[in-house]
C-alpha cells in the first residue's frame, strides 16, 4: 500500500493534480472531506482517508477511531445546511472493478429527488449515474461555502 497513487481520482484530487470543486471542507484525523465529483447531487460529500486505502482492514487505529464521529459530524453537517430527508452514508471502492482508495458517500436526498426519479435506496444512486448530471460548479462552491464552517465549528458533533 503506497500514501499515493497517480492516476487514482481520490489521491489526485488530495495531491492537488485534480482540482476540488469547492475546495477542501475539512481534513482531521488522516481524513478528507470534500464535494463530490460524481452525480449524485449538490451537498454530497466524500468522506476519504488522506492516504490510499481500498480496504477497512487497512485502517490505522487512528483513522478507525476518528471515522465514527467524523462521519456524525460530517452527516450532521450536511442535515443542517441542505435539509434533506434523509443523509445516506455509504461506502464505496472499487475502482473499474477491482479495489480502489476507499470512500464514503455522504448524501443529502430531498424530496424533491426521490419525486425526479420514483426510487430511493441504491436505487437512487443507480438512477443518478445513469442519468449523468453532475452538479453546476457554482451550486458546490456555494453549498461548500455554508457546510465548510459548520462542519469547523468547534461545538460540531466529533
Same mark, same amino acid.
Given at each position: 500500500m503506497t500514501d499515493d497513487v497517480v492516476g487514482c481520482l481520490a489521491c489526485d484530487l488530495t495531491s492537488g493534480r485534480?482540482?476540488?470543486?469547492?475546495?477542501?471542507?475539512?481534513?482531521?484525523g488522516g481524513w478528507r472531506v470534500e464535494h463530490c465529483v460524481g452525480p449524485l447531487g449538490v451537498g454530497t460529500l466524500i468522506v476519504k482517508p488522506v492516504r490510499?486505502?481500498?480496504?477497512?482492514?487497512?485502517?490505522?487505529?487512528?483513522?478507525?477511531?476518528a471515522l465514527g464521529p467524523l462521519l456524525r459530524r460530517v452527516a450532521a453537517a450536511v442535515t443542517e445546511v441542505v435539509r434533506?430527508?434523509?443523509v445516506y452514508v455509504c461506502l464505496w471502492s472499487h475502482d473499474g472493478g477491482t479495489p480502489g482508495h476507499l470512500h464514503f458517500v455522504v448524501q443529502p436526498?430531498?424530496? $424533491?429527488?426521490?419525486?425526479?426519479? #420514483?426510487?430511493?435506496? %441504491?436505487? =437512487? +444512486?443507480? @438512477?443518478?449515474?445513469?442519468?449523468?448530471?453532475?452538479?453546476?460548479?457554482? $451550486?458546490?462552491?456555494?453549498?461548500? #461555502?455554508?457546510?465548510? %464552517?459548520? =462542519? +469547523?465549528? @468547534?461545538?460540531q458533533p466529533g
Amino acid at each position: 500500500m503506497t500514501d499515493d497513487v497517480v492516476g487514482c481520482l481520490a489521491c489526485d484530487l488530495t495531491s492537488g493534480r485534480r482540482p476540488v470543486p469547492g475546495g477542501v471542507l475539512l481534513e482531521v484525523g488522516g481524513w478528507r472531506v470534500e464535494h463530490c465529483v460524481g452525480p449524485l447531487g449538490v451537498g454530497t460529500l466524500i468522506v476519504k482517508p488522506v492516504r490510499h486505502v481500498r480496504h477497512v482492514a487497512e485502517l490505522s487505529d487512528g483513522e478507525s477511531a476518528a471515522l465514527g464521529p467524523l462521519l456524525r459530524r460530517v452527516a450532521a453537517a450536511v442535515t443542517e445546511v441542505v435539509r434533506p430527508e434523509q443523509v445516506y452514508v455509504c461506502l464505496w471502492s472499487h475502482d473499474g472493478g477491482t479495489p480502489g482508495h476507499l470512500h464514503f458517500v455522504v448524501q443529502p436526498v430531498t424530496r $424533491a429527488d426521490l419525486d425526479r426519479f #420514483g426510487v430511493f435506496g %441504491p436505487r =437512487l +444512486q443507480l @438512477a443518478m449515474f445513469d442519468a449523468k448530471v453532475t452538479p453546476d460548479e457554482t $451550486a458546490v462552491a456555494e453549498v461548500s #461555502g455554508r457546510v465548510r %464552517p459548520v =462542519l +469547523q465549528r @468547534a461545538d460540531q458533533p466529533g
